[in-house]
């Protein structure tokens, strides 16, 4: 379980990301969790038809969790890859054509860095989506900011959700019940060479 509640589906944003990937998963789809925690993610997205996930944390300890968790819903390693962030070449996760959904549920500081935003988005293909929680609702303008010309937000997808809407108490989590928000996009197709010149760019920046 992630700390404070983050991964055990109790957290707000955890929520989010989970009913907007009930709506989006129909089956066949490679999915990216970057952030992954526990895994929560990833196995609903598993349950839900994809056909493969990858997950990806900074934490070795959350990545053994992932894996066992994964493991305990009958999942074999066929169907979820758990990498950590240092081994990984952060713009190649998934060589090739990219994943159709990527989600991430982190808190804004570390989604706005421009090496987080060349990850993200060039391991999503062309017309994939991206799903961003673990923010705020004043911090959707930066957040889209940051991402720049790569996606056409979803505003028909964008959700908020506080902590005294979900089921069950979470004081004893000592969540803020404050408002948190979920912003959806999909990547717009880019010319090859500019994307790979923007991302270069970002990476260094």
Same mark, same amino acid.
């Given at each position: 379980?992630?700390?404070?509640?983050?991964?055990?589906?109790?957290?707000?944003?955890?929520?989010l990301?989970?009913?907007?990937?009930?709506?989006?998963?129909?089956?066949?789809?490679?999915?990216?969790?970057?952030?992954?925690?526990?895994?929560?993610?990833?196995?609903?997205?598993?349950?839900?038809?994809?056909?493969?996930?990858?997950?990806?944390? &900074?934490?070795?300890?959350?990545?053994?969790?992932?894996?066992?968790?994964?493991?305990?819903?009958?999942?074999?390693s066929?169907?979820?890859?758990?990498?950590?962030?240092?081994?990984?070449?952060?713009?190649?996760?998934?060589?090739?054509?990219?994943?159709?959904?990527? &989600?991430?549920?982190?808190? &804004?500081?570390?989604?706005?860095?421009?090496?987080?935003?060349?990850?993200?988005?060039?391991n999503?293909?062309?017309?994939?989506?991206?799903?961003?929680?673990?923010i705020?609702?004043?911090?959707?303008?930066?957040?889209?900011?940051?991402?720049?010309?790569?996606?056409?937000?979803?505003?028909?997808?964008?959700?908020?959700?506080?902590?005294?809407?979900?089921?069950?108490?979470?004081a004893?989590?000592?969540?803020?019940?404050?408002?948190?928000?979920?912003?959806?996009?999909?990547?717009?197709?880019?010319?090859?060479?500019?994307?790979i010149?923007?991302?270069?760019e970002?990476?260094?920046?």
């Amino acid at each position: 379980m992630g700390r404070n509640g983050w991964g055990t589906g109790v957290h707000p944003t955890t929520r989010l990301c989970l009913e907007w990937l009930c709506e989006q998963i129909q089956g066949g789809e490679v999915v990216l969790d970057y952030g992954c925690g526990s895994g929560i993610l990833s196995i609903a997205a598993l349950h839900m038809g994809a056909a493969r996930c990858i997950g990806v944390d &900074i934490e070795a300890e959350a990545l053994i969790t992932a894996e066992r968790n994964v493991a305990l819903n009958e999942y074999d390693s066929s169907r979820f890859e758990g990498l950590h962030t240092r081994e990984i070449l952060p713009y190649e996760i998934v060589p090739g054509r990219g994943v159709d959904v990527c &989600i991430a549920n982190i808190l &804004i500081g570390q989604l706005v860095r421009p090496s987080m935003v060349a990850a993200l988005v060039s391991n999503i293909r062309d017309d994939g989506l991206l799903g961003l929680s673990g923010i705020r609702p004043h911090e959707v303008d930066s957040l889209k900011a940051a991402y720049g010309e790569s996606m056409e937000w979803m505003d028909d997808q964008y959700a908020e959700l506080s902590a005294e809407e979900t089921e069950g108490s979470l004081a004893s989590y000592g969540f803020d019940c404050g408002r948190w928000s979920r912003l959806v996009g999909r990547k717009r197709a880019a010319d090859g060479k500019s994307e790979i010149e923007r991302m270069s760019e970002l990476a260094v920046s």
